[in-house]
């Protein structure tokens, strides 16, 4: 498996763009820390984690544009933690399910929605995951490239 290598004014943009999501976070903390309105507290901290998860996705262009292997990571990976995490995430669904399916405020209950979606995606990464610390590196370095198209 071989990564596409970006050209190095695009590396520079992407490099920039990193770096403004990661002010954007740190602007944002002391404004989200100090919010009294739970809403407000809430979708502040939404975005500062929607920020975070930007700045990471770049890294991670950048890490792979400059050949990074994931499959060495599955060496560092315990098995019996991840497999505990995929438990966790089953319980944090079925919760979330069941709790979605009580609310009958539309807009609460679409949030719920929202939560419950996420819940499924992360119990099945976390499960796909589980299974690759089986298979070969080469095996585990294209499912993972495969998992980014529907992450984040």
């Known amino acids: 498996?071989?990564?596409?290598?970006?050209?190095?004014?695009?590396?520079?943009?992407i490099k920039q763009q990193k770096e403004f999501e990661d002010q954007t976070a740190k602007k944002l903390t002391p404004l989200y820390e100090?919010?009294?309105?739970?809403?407000?507290k809430l979708f502040l901290h939404c975005i500062i984690l929607d920020t975070m998860k930007h700045s990471e996705t770049y890294q991670m262009i950048i890490d792979l544009n400059s050949n990074a292997l994931m499959g060495k990571e599955s060496?560092?990976?315990?098995?019996?933690?991840?497999?505990?995490?995929?438990?966790?995430?089953?319980?944090?669904?079925?919760?979330a399910e069941e709790i979605s399916e009580v609310v009958k405020d539309k807009k609460v209950k679409q949030l719920l929605i929202n939560i419950v979606e996420d819940e499924k995606r992360h119990h099945k990464a976390l499960?796909?995951?589980?299974?690759?610390?089986?298979?070969?590196?080469?095996?585990?370095?294209?499912?993972?490239?495969d998992l980014i198209t529907g992450f984040p």
Do not use: C, F, R
């Open 75 to 95: 060496k560092g990976v315990g098995k019996q933690e991840l497999a505990s995490h995929v438990t966790e995430e089953a319980s944090m669904l079925k919760q």
């Open 34 to 40: 100090s919010a009294k309105n739970p809403l407000i």
């Open 127 to 145: 499960k796909e995951m589980l299974e690759m610390l089986e298979k070969e590196s080469a095996e585990w370095d294209a499912y993972l490239y």
């Open 1 to 13: 498996m071989s990564w596409e290598i970006i050209n190095e004014d695009t590396l520079s943009k």
